[in-house]
Nanobody, 124 residues
Framework: QVQLVESGGGSVQAGGSLRLSCAASGSTSSTNYMAWFRQAPGKEREAVARIHTNSGDILYADSVKGRFTISQDNAKNTVYLQMNSLKPEDTAMYYC?????????????????WGQGTQVTVSS
């Protein structure tokens, strides 16, 4: 089992920044990908960014490329999402996910472990 705890959400004006953290505990060695997803009211959960925890390979959604940065601190078993130049359309509940994957690393159904989510609200 892997436990994920997100933090760092909040309310910010458009153009502002937030940094989300996801602390992992438990059998983290049983996973090879960690990712951030988000879900706005009435919309499907969508992938924002993911990182291969061994190789460091990173992938971003086109909508956040150049504005968001995913990173990891292996010593702390923590993954971060630095969000800059935030837009109102970034408003959503943000979830951290982890899993053992060999394909479809941008699909929510590929991830076994999920955090409780942290709310990000961007006002115009």
């Amino acid at each position: 089992q892997v436990q994920l705890v997100e933090s760092g959400g909040g309310s910010v004006q458009a153009g502002g920044s937030l940094r989300l953290s996801c602390a992992a505990s438990g059998s983290t060695s049983s996973t090879n990908y960690m990712a951030w997803f988000r879900q706005a009211p009435g919309k499907e959960r969508e992938a924002v960014a993911r990182i291969h925890t061994n190789s460091g390979d990173i992938l971003y959604a086109d909508s956040v490329k150049g504005r968001f940065t995913i990173s990891q601190d292996n010593a702390k078993n923590t993954v971060y999402l630095q969000m800059n130049s935030l837009k109102p359309e970034d408003t959503a509940m943000y979830y951290c996910a982890a899993g053992l994957l060999y394909r479809n690393s941008f699909s929510a159904s590929s991830y076994k472990y999920w955090g409780q989510g942290t709310q990000v609200t961007v006002s115009s």
